[in-house]
């Protein structure tokens, strides 16, 4: 078993950034991909991006890259999603995620952390 904590949400002002953080704990904790996802109201939740174990591969949903980055501390069993240029549209839940199947669903989530993007 894997659990996700992610931290970080909060409320900021259109063009500003945020940077939020999800600790992976658990035996195999440091083995698997993980991911950012997010979930705005009414809508589905939709993938963001994801890291490798290693850190050293990384991929993006085109609607985030360029102003969303994924990083890795493997020490430290971290992810971070820094966010910059925020849009109101970027309002939602994130949630972190972790061990993809090869449909990209993953096998465990965190709880998410909310984030609201004011114009």
């Known amino acids: 078993q894997v659990q996700l904590v992610e931290s970080g949400g909060g409320s900021v002002q259109a063009g500003e950034s945020l940077k939020l953080s999800c600790k992976a704990s658990?035996?195999?904790?440091?083995?698997?991909?993980m991911g950012w996802f997010r979930q705005a109201p009414g809508r589905e939740r939709e993938f963001l991006g994801a890291?490798?174990?290693?850190?050293?591969?990384?991929d993006y949903a085109d609607s985030v890259k360029g102003r969303f980055i994924i990083s890795r501390d493997i020490s430290k069993n971290t992810i971070f999603l820094q966010m910059n240029s925020l849009k109101p549209e970027d309002t939602g839940i994130y949630y972190c995620?972790?061990?993809?199947?090869?449909?990209?669903?993953?096998?465990?989530w965190g709880r998410g952390t909310p984030v609201t993007v004011s114009s």
């Open positions: 890291t490798s174990w290693s850190g050293r591969d990384t």
């Open positions: 995620a972790a061990d993809f199947d090869r449909f990209g669903k993953p096998t465990y």
């Open positions: 658990g035996r195999t904790a440091s083995n698997h991909a």
